[in-house]
Protein backbone atom coordinates (compact mmCIF):
# COMPACT_ATOMS: atom_id res chain seq x y z
CA UNK A 1 0.00 0.00 0.00
CA UNK A 2 1.03 3.55 -0.65
CA UNK A 3 2.32 5.90 2.01
CA UNK A 4 3.38 9.88 2.27
CA UNK A 5 5.96 10.76 4.71
CA UNK A 6 6.33 14.34 5.87
CA UNK A 7 8.97 15.45 8.09
CA UNK A 8 9.74 17.21 10.03
CA UNK A 9 6.14 17.00 12.22
CA UNK A 10 6.76 20.68 13.82
CA UNK A 11 9.25 23.20 13.04
CA UNK A 12 9.92 26.84 14.73
CA UNK A 13 12.43 29.22 12.83
CA UNK A 14 13.57 32.42 13.12
CA UNK A 15 12.54 35.50 10.38
CA UNK A 16 14.97 35.33 7.86
CA UNK A 17 16.19 31.33 8.30
CA UNK A 18 16.71 29.18 5.84
CA UNK A 19 13.71 26.36 5.70
CA UNK A 20 13.31 22.34 4.09
CA UNK A 21 10.50 20.06 4.45
CA UNK A 22 10.59 16.80 2.87
CA UNK A 23 7.95 14.73 1.97
CA UNK A 24 8.20 11.47 0.71
CA UNK A 25 5.79 8.51 -1.20
CA UNK A 26 6.28 4.75 -0.75
CA UNK A 27 4.56 2.19 -2.84
CA UNK A 28 3.55 3.75 -6.14
CA UNK A 29 5.93 5.20 -8.93
CA UNK A 30 6.10 8.48 -11.06
CA UNK A 31 3.12 10.11 -8.80
CA UNK A 32 1.68 13.82 -9.27
CA UNK A 33 3.12 15.63 -5.98
CA UNK A 34 1.89 18.60 -4.17
CA UNK A 35 2.65 20.95 -1.95
CA UNK A 36 -0.66 23.11 -0.03
CA UNK A 37 -0.28 25.65 2.80
CA UNK A 38 -3.31 25.93 5.05
CA UNK A 39 -3.20 29.19 7.64
CA UNK A 40 -4.79 29.04 10.72
CA UNK A 41 -8.74 29.12 10.01
CA UNK A 42 -8.33 28.81 6.59
CA UNK A 43 -8.65 26.62 3.36
CA UNK A 44 -5.84 25.20 2.10
CA UNK A 45 -3.75 27.20 -0.91
CA UNK A 46 -1.96 25.28 -3.20
CA UNK A 47 1.11 26.22 -3.70
CA UNK A 48 3.20 23.59 -5.97
CA UNK A 49 2.66 20.71 -8.20
CA UNK A 50 5.15 17.73 -10.13
CA UNK A 51 4.29 15.77 -12.76
CA UNK A 52 8.24 14.31 -12.90
CA UNK A 53 11.10 14.92 -11.86
CA UNK A 54 12.66 18.37 -12.12
CA UNK A 55 9.14 19.44 -13.46
CA UNK A 56 7.68 22.09 -11.10
CA UNK A 57 4.35 24.22 -11.65
CA UNK A 58 3.87 26.94 -9.12
CA UNK A 59 0.75 28.54 -8.11
CA UNK A 60 1.31 31.37 -5.89
CA UNK A 61 4.34 33.69 -6.31
CA UNK A 62 6.38 33.83 -3.01
CA UNK A 63 9.41 33.41 -1.67
CA UNK A 64 9.35 29.74 -1.49
CA UNK A 65 10.28 27.35 -4.35
CA UNK A 66 10.01 23.24 -4.33
CA UNK A 67 12.09 20.95 -6.26
CA UNK A 68 11.67 16.93 -7.09
CA UNK A 69 15.10 15.46 -6.86
CA UNK A 70 13.76 12.12 -7.39
CA UNK A 71 10.56 10.57 -8.60
CA UNK A 72 9.23 9.87 -4.78
CA UNK A 73 10.42 12.99 -3.18
CA UNK A 74 9.30 16.52 -3.03
CA UNK A 75 11.15 19.65 -1.34
CA UNK A 76 9.78 22.84 -0.50
CA UNK A 77 12.32 25.70 0.60
CA UNK A 78 13.20 28.78 1.30
CA UNK A 79 15.97 31.29 1.49
CA UNK A 80 14.76 34.13 4.20
CA UNK A 81 11.68 33.04 5.90
CA UNK A 82 8.62 35.51 6.72
CA UNK A 83 6.21 35.78 9.50
CA UNK A 84 3.47 35.03 6.90
CA UNK A 85 5.15 31.73 6.06
CA UNK A 86 3.60 30.42 9.25
CA UNK A 87 1.17 27.90 8.83
CA UNK A 88 0.27 23.85 8.25
CA UNK A 89 2.01 22.44 5.11
CA UNK A 90 0.66 19.63 3.69
CA UNK A 91 2.37 17.47 0.92
CA UNK A 92 -0.05 15.02 -1.19
CA UNK A 93 0.52 12.95 -4.24
CA UNK A 94 -1.84 11.03 -6.60
CA UNK A 95 -1.82 9.06 -9.50
CA UNK A 96 -2.14 9.82 -13.14
CA UNK A 97 -5.12 9.05 -14.91
CA UNK A 98 -8.13 10.08 -16.27
CA UNK A 99 -10.68 8.20 -13.66
CA UNK A 100 -10.36 11.13 -11.28
CA UNK A 101 -7.64 12.34 -9.51
CA UNK A 102 -7.84 11.21 -6.15
CA UNK A 103 -5.22 13.35 -4.15
CA UNK A 104 -3.92 11.53 -0.89
CA UNK A 105 -2.65 13.92 2.32
CA UNK A 106 0.68 13.38 4.23
CA UNK A 107 0.36 14.38 7.92
CA UNK A 108 1.83 17.87 7.39
CA UNK A 109 4.22 19.78 9.18
CA UNK A 110 3.57 23.02 11.30
CA UNK A 111 5.31 25.55 10.74
CA UNK A 112 5.46 28.50 13.27
CA UNK A 113 7.83 31.56 11.88
CA UNK A 114 8.88 34.25 15.10
CA UNK B 1 -14.27 23.17 -11.62
CA UNK B 2 -18.17 23.75 -10.03
CA UNK B 3 -18.82 25.59 -6.77
CA UNK B 4 -20.63 23.33 -3.53
CA UNK B 5 -22.47 24.77 -0.79
CA UNK B 6 -22.49 22.86 2.55
CA UNK B 7 -23.97 23.68 5.52
CA UNK B 8 -21.86 25.08 8.27
CA UNK B 9 -22.32 22.79 11.01
CA UNK B 10 -24.39 19.44 12.01
CA UNK B 11 -24.65 17.47 15.27
CA UNK B 12 -24.78 13.01 14.95
CA UNK B 13 -25.30 11.16 18.53
CA UNK B 14 -22.84 8.73 18.61
CA UNK B 15 -24.32 5.11 16.76
CA UNK B 16 -26.58 6.88 14.57
CA UNK B 17 -26.21 7.43 10.73
CA UNK B 18 -24.80 11.24 9.60
CA UNK B 19 -25.75 12.40 6.25
CA UNK B 20 -24.05 15.19 5.09
CA UNK B 21 -25.20 16.38 1.75
CA UNK B 22 -24.03 19.28 -0.84
CA UNK B 23 -25.76 21.11 -3.43
CA UNK B 24 -23.53 21.32 -6.30
CA UNK B 25 -26.67 22.59 -9.28
CA UNK B 26 -23.58 24.19 -11.90
CA UNK B 27 -21.95 20.59 -11.75
CA UNK B 28 -20.68 19.57 -15.42
CA UNK B 29 -20.97 16.38 -17.06
CA UNK B 30 -17.26 14.98 -16.08
CA UNK B 31 -17.22 15.96 -13.23
CA UNK B 32 -16.62 13.74 -10.29
CA UNK B 33 -17.78 14.42 -6.68
CA UNK B 34 -15.43 14.15 -3.90
CA UNK B 35 -15.35 14.25 -0.18
CA UNK B 36 -12.98 14.52 2.28
CA UNK B 37 -12.59 15.47 6.22
CA UNK B 38 -10.10 16.91 8.37
CA UNK B 39 -10.02 15.99 11.91
CA UNK B 40 -7.83 18.99 13.70
CA UNK B 41 -4.33 19.24 13.37
CA UNK B 42 -4.07 16.76 10.99
CA UNK B 43 -4.08 16.57 6.79
CA UNK B 44 -7.25 16.08 5.08
CA UNK B 45 -8.50 12.51 4.24
CA UNK B 46 -9.40 11.32 1.44
CA UNK B 47 -13.12 9.30 1.82
CA UNK B 48 -14.69 8.76 -1.33
CA UNK B 49 -15.51 9.74 -4.69
CA UNK B 50 -17.66 9.18 -7.78
CA UNK B 51 -19.53 10.77 -10.77
CA UNK B 52 -22.88 9.54 -11.43
CA UNK B 53 -23.49 5.97 -9.63
CA UNK B 54 -23.87 5.93 -5.72
CA UNK B 55 -20.44 4.64 -4.53
CA UNK B 56 -19.96 2.43 -1.17
CA UNK B 57 -16.33 2.01 0.62
CA UNK B 58 -15.59 0.74 4.04
CA UNK B 59 -15.56 4.50 5.39
CA UNK B 60 -19.17 6.10 3.89
CA UNK B 61 -21.60 5.95 1.32
CA UNK B 62 -21.74 8.74 -1.71
CA UNK B 63 -25.65 9.07 -3.02
CA UNK B 64 -25.87 11.26 -5.96
CA UNK B 65 -29.33 12.40 -7.00
CA UNK B 66 -30.17 11.54 -10.61
CA UNK B 67 -29.79 14.47 -12.17
CA UNK B 68 -25.96 14.72 -9.75
CA UNK B 69 -27.15 18.31 -8.87
CA UNK B 70 -26.51 17.44 -5.27
CA UNK B 71 -25.43 14.76 -3.43
CA UNK B 72 -25.09 13.20 0.41
CA UNK B 73 -22.37 11.77 2.38
CA UNK B 74 -23.49 8.89 4.49
CA UNK B 75 -21.24 7.91 7.63
CA UNK B 76 -23.47 4.59 8.52
CA UNK B 77 -22.43 4.56 12.51
CA UNK B 78 -20.81 7.47 13.35
CA UNK B 79 -18.42 7.39 16.32
CA UNK B 80 -16.46 10.36 18.47
CA UNK B 81 -13.32 10.10 15.80
CA UNK B 82 -15.74 10.81 13.19
CA UNK B 83 -16.20 15.05 14.42
CA UNK B 84 -14.06 16.47 11.84
CA UNK B 85 -14.71 19.11 9.03
CA UNK B 86 -16.23 17.38 5.81
CA UNK B 87 -15.34 18.96 2.58
CA UNK B 88 -17.13 18.30 -0.51
CA UNK B 89 -15.60 19.04 -4.00
CA UNK B 90 -16.19 18.97 -6.97
CA UNK B 91 -13.67 18.67 -10.10
CA UNK B 92 -12.69 17.11 -13.44
CA UNK B 93 -11.66 14.03 -13.51
CA UNK B 94 -7.43 13.62 -14.46
CA UNK B 95 -7.57 17.23 -13.57
CA UNK B 96 -3.71 17.44 -12.09
CA UNK B 97 -4.10 20.53 -9.89
CA UNK B 98 -5.44 21.85 -6.94
CA UNK B 99 -8.19 20.56 -5.17
CA UNK B 100 -10.34 23.72 -3.87
CA UNK B 101 -11.42 23.24 -0.17
CA UNK B 102 -14.45 25.70 0.40
CA UNK B 103 -15.60 26.28 4.37
CA UNK B 104 -16.62 22.50 4.32
CA UNK B 105 -18.90 20.92 7.39
CA UNK B 106 -18.36 20.63 10.47
CA UNK B 107 -19.78 17.65 12.01
CA UNK B 108 -19.68 17.14 15.74
CA UNK B 109 -20.59 13.68 16.86
CA UNK B 110 -21.97 13.44 20.40
CA UNK B 111 -21.99 10.77 22.82
Known amino acids: SQTIHQWPATLVQPVGSPLSLECTVEGTSNPNLYWYRQAAGRGLQLLFYSVGIGQISSEVPQNLSASRPQDRQFILSSKKLLLSDSGFYLC?????????????FGPGTRLTVL | DAKTTQPTSMDCAEGRAANLPCNHS???????VYWYRQIHSQGPQYIIHGLKNNETNEMASLIITEDRKSSTLILPHATLRDTAVYYC????????????FGQGTTLQVKP
Open chain 2, 26 to 32: TISGNEY
Open chain 2, 89 to 100: IVRVGGNTGKLI
Open chain 1, 92 to 104: AWSTKGQGGDTQY
